[in-house]
Nanobody, 114 residues
């Protein structure tokens, strides 16, 4: 079963940028949709962005124009470029297929604070 490992999180000031990476343990070529999800303290996990195998992208309204999802099938990696970060973007970010598969990685913590 494919496993995902996220990296690239950290503590940043509002308005700054981060780039998250998600490395899959196997090929993602056959996975039609790949997504980034996030879970803030005390809240349910939410879908942030999705990219199809053909490159089409979809974003939750709160990140449109600020976040960009991309995928490199040759490297089995999915990225999330996050610009103009806001305190409300603070969460643990995870990647998975869309719809999600059974296994989740540890995620990577993103904290936006001055």
């Amino acid at each position: 079963q494919v496993q995902f490992e996220e990296s690239g999180g950290g503590l940043v000031q509002p308005g700054r940028s981060l780039r998250l990476s998600c490395a899959a343990s196997t090929s993602i070529v056959s996975i039609r949709g790949m997504g980034w999800y996030r879970q803030a303290p005390g809240k349910q996990r939410e879908l942030v962005a999705v990219i199809s195998s053909g490159g089409s992208t979809t974003y939750v309204n709160s990140v449109k124009g600020r976040f960009t999802i991309s995928r490199d099938n040759a490297e089995n990696t999915v990225y999330l470029q996050m610009n103009s970060l806001k305190p409300e973007d603070t969460a643990v970010y995870s990647c998975n297929a869309y719809p999600p598969l059974a296994s989740w990685g540890q995620g990577t913590q993103v904290t936006v604070s001055s």
